[in-house]
């Protein structure tokens, strides 16, 4: 009897992991995007970085990734911290 239940609840604990799997591991496509900086007096725009990946641009702002791609996925603009500041701000823009 303890067999037949522990191989019952192996299959359902597959079942269920084999359900939710692709749920953990979708991959979230973005594409590429621009990092841009607006001097603060002039209203300028200047491209720091055009056409590349999150990543990339995540990394040369030194801010996180996942963070990032929340925000762009809410359709809102990523901030730039470090190349941010009084005279400039900086953001990450879908491309």
Same mark, same amino acid.
């Given at each position: 009897m303890r067999i037949h239940t522990a191989l019952a609840l192996a299959a359902a604990?597959?079942?269920a992991a084999m359900f939710f799997a692709p749920? %953990?591991?979708a991959d979230v496509?973005?594409?590429? &995007?621009d990092v841009?900086?607006?001097e603060?007096?002039?209203g300028n725009t200047f491209f720091v970085l055009q056409n590349v990946s999150v990543d990339?641009? %995540?990394q040369v702002c030194q801010v996180n990734v996942? &963070?990032?791609t929340a925000t762009l996925l809410r359709g809102d603009s990523a901030?730039?911290?470090s190349k941010t500041n009084n005279h400039q701000k900086a953001w990450i823009k879908k491309h």
């Amino acid at each position: 009897m303890r067999i037949h239940t522990a191989l019952a609840l192996a299959a359902a604990g597959t079942a269920a992991a084999m359900f939710f799997a692709p749920l %953990a591991q979708a991959d979230v496509n973005i594409g590429n &995007v621009d990092v841009t900086v607006t001097e603060v007096a002039s209203g300028n725009t200047f491209f720091v970085l055009q056409n590349v990946s999150v990543d990339q641009a %995540a990394q040369v702002c030194q801010v996180n990734v996942d &963070v990032v791609t929340a925000t762009l996925l809410r359709g809102d603009s990523a901030k730039c911290n470090s190349k941010t500041n009084n005279h400039q701000k900086a953001w990450i823009k879908k491309h």
